[in-house]
């Protein structure tokens, strides 16, 4: 079993961020682990040219704010109250809400961050989107994310999609989602993405044959190589794989659909250089438009691995 001690679930109070919660109850109870609950005033910056600071009654209002954060965490909880959880609730100020929820993270030494990939409508809306990318790229431990579109009813996982580039990182991700696997006693499928590779046919003398291409057939490489993967030593789990061709965001997606996966486990990088950068943005990708939760497991963040 994963080594989960205390979830984080922040909220903005929002319609859309609420199944993060019940996600968040669920992840808290399969681990038993502590539940935390937070939310996170942002403040203005403690310049003290700042405009704000000519206004006695900033301090009031702040005030005044974090008593009404007090009543809508309170509410959050209340159809949760007969659940044998240890639940705490927290409101901090910071100057960004990303950084206030990191810091929090850190000093209260979270395992696991819960949170919606969408928060209130307009602009505000957008800031949650905002925050939940920004979490994503700077957490140190696993974080998952949430649609509000998500309309699955929570429940057991039954099937678990770890999408693997055969990099360090997407091992790392992968015996995360191995061990969560076994505890749950889920089906796990590695499925691994292949690039529409054309290369180009050289001219024979009629020259026939310019502007031809072909399609690299690299598939049976990559089954051969989730084949391997899936007989590593671990905890023992019922394992499917699959390769398919396209756009690999778009093809994780359409497969999680196909599947009606219960989760996705992916890491936030993998090689260097461009192949990075790509694949972050691919974890991002996913985890903002996944009909299901996904787990993003940091490269070089925390394990959660039993015998790490």
């Not at 005033?41 to 600071?53: E, G, Q």
């Not at 509410?75 to 959880?85: I, N, V």
């Not at 992916?266 to 299901?292: F, K, M, P, Y």
């Not at 993003?296 to 015998?307: F, K, M, Q, T």
């Amino acid at each position: 079993m994963l080594r989960i001690r205390r979830v984080l679930y922040p909220t903005d109070f929002s319609d859309a961020g609420r199944p993060a919660l019940d996600h968040a109850l669920l992840w808290a109870d399969l681990h038993d682990a502590e539940l935390l609950l937070l939310h996170v005033l942002a403040r203005r910056s403690a310049d003290p040219f700042n405009p704000d600071h000519q206004f006695p009654e900033a301090d009031e209002l702040l005030a005044r704010t974090h008593e009404l954060a007090g009543t809508e965490m309170a509410a959050l909880l209340e159809p949760h109250r007969d659940r044998p959880l240890a639940i705490r609730k927290a409101i901090r100020s910071a100057p960004e809400v990303d950084r206030g929820i990191l810091d929090f993270a850190a000093a209260e030494d979270v395992d696991l961050i819960v949170m919606g990939t969408h928060g209130r409508r307009g602009p505000a809306h957008l800031l949650m989107g905002s925050v939940t990318s920004e979490v994503l790229r700077r957490s140190t431990v696993p974080v998952l994310a949430v649609s509000g579109r998500d309309a699955q009813v929570v429940g057991q996982l039954r099937r678990i999609l770890a999408p693997v580039d055969f990099s360090a990182p997407s091992r790392f991700a992968v015996a995360h989602a191995r061990d969560l696997a076994a505890t749950a006693g889920a089906t796990l499928e590695l499925f691994h993405v292949l690039p529409d590779l054309e290369v180009p046919l050289p001219m024979n003398p009629a020259g026939f044959g310019a502007g031809a291409t072909v399609v690299s057939d690299l598939e049976p490489a990559a089954q051969s190589a989730l084949d391997e993967l899936a007989a590593s030593s671990g905890p023992p789990v019922s394992f499917e794989t699959a390769v398919w061709h396209g756009p690999p965001a778009a093809t994780i997606l359409n497969r999680a659909a196909e599947t009606h996966a219960d989760l996705i486990v992916l890491a936030t990088e993998g090689h260097t250089g461009l192949d990075r950068l790509l694949l972050g943005s691919v974890a991002e990708r996913v985890a903002r438009l996944a009909g299901c939760p996904t787990l993003v497991v940091p490269a070089h963040g925390r394990s959660l691995l039993p015998d790490a």
